[in-house]
């Protein structure tokens, strides 16, 4: 039986994004609608030498509202949500598959 916390190999960088450069669960869908790579954020972040960037946080939301013409996506998950839906619909679809098996196996014994 998987931990409550567990969180896949492919979010675990948006997960070390956001505690990191301290962005909030909307700024981290943000990134992912946008497509960026948490990989890279180091680039796109501004550092005491270049004064001229945008902070991380504000770089997301202003890209984002100049793609999509909207301040904020309109259903804001968090990665961990996003894990326990992804798991609780795996579930239930593992639970309908066993009862049409087992209702199969019921009408021809």
Known sequence: MPKDSFIPNKLKPWVE??????????QIQMAKELG??????????NTKQQQWKLPLSEFIEEIYFKNFKKRAPDNVRSIEQIVKD????????????????????????
């Open 17 to 26: 994004a956001r505690k990191k450069y301290r962005l909030s669960h909307t």
């Open 36 to 45: 960026l790579n948490p990989k890279k954020f180091s680039s796109l972040d």
């Open 86 to 109: 992804k798991a609780r619909k795996k579930a239930e679809t593992k639970a309908r598959k066993e009862a049409v098996r087992s209702g199969v196996e019921a009408t021809t014994t």
